[in-house]
């Protein structure tokens, strides 16, 4: 967009946005509450994240909610995490559906608990189009694994292009589609590094990092990012042309 002699910034169309949901824990632990509290308080700012979302037009919204290296927890805390997440996709994700949410999964599936990964199936089993806003949620994921496990398969493809690779770390939600790659990547709770998340995705991804503990997080947050978002010029390695 030209004007007045100056680049002039536009908005991002309908993006994909991905959030290293941080903090949980220890917005228990300074309550005096157990973690798992911590973990359930987390649940309700995944839902409220999701609905803030929709208002925004988020095409793709990716929470980063497990880790591989996450299983060094305590069992006790492994264990809530788990019914959390089981509940979200029992109990939020068809609720949301009738909203027009397409709710998914990425990450290792053959360690978690055999009824989690029903409630999965279940709700990924939905029709595929029609929706407003694809929810995907990132559990016993790591960024590494999931390129390696895609190299491994790339030599056997017939399209050795970028798109092509990118579509084998997706295929599994969208057969031959590629989600689209990140465009905004937040962080709560204080902490400024990626933490093992979807690292290809992420190559042009804006990172906003926040001290707002996950728990805490709301719509006025996300609406924070996305207003800091809106003043970024991604120029994606090139020279932008000035407004004449």
């Known amino acids: 967009m030209k004007g007045n002699g100056k680049t ?3 908005k991002q169309a309908r993006p994909h946005v991905a959030i290293i949901m941080d903090g949980s824990g220890r917005w228990a632990e300074a309550r005096g509450l157990p973690r798992s509290v911590g973990h359930e308080a987390g649940h309700a700012a995944v839902r409220r994240a999701v609905e803030a979302a929709l208002r925004h037009d988020i095409r793709v919204l990716t929470l980063f909610t497990f ?16 019914r959390t997440f089981e509940n979200f996709f029992s109990v939020d994700a068809p609720a949301l559906a009738a909203q027009g949410v397409r709710v998914t999964a990425i990450g ?9 990964r029903r409630a999965m199936e279940n709700i990924e089993a939905a029709e595929r189009t029609g929706w407003r806003l694809h929810v995907r949620l990132a559990i016993d994921y790591s960024g590494q694994e999931a390129i390696l496990h895609a190299a491994r398969r790339f030599q056997h493809v017939a399209d050795n292009s970028a798109e092509g690779f990118a579509r084998l770390l997706t295929e599994a939600e969208d057969p031959g589609e590629a989600v689209p790659d990140i465009d905004l990547l937040i962080r709560t709770g204080g902490e400024q590094r990626l933490s093992n998340c979807p690292l290809w995705e992420i190559a042009y991804a804006e990172l906003y990092f926040t001290p707002c503990l996950w728990p805490d997080f709301g719509p006025h947050e996300l609406d924070t990012a996305m207003r800091e978002f809106g003043t970024r010029q991604r120029r994606f390695g090139r020279i932008p042309v000035a407004a004449s």
């Open 8 to 10: 002039v910034l536009t």
């Open 67 to 82: 880790s591989t290296d996450n299983w060094a927890r305590p069992e006790g805390e492994i264990a809530a995490l788990m």
């Open 108 to 116: 290792r599936r053959d360690r978690l608990p055999v009824t989690l």
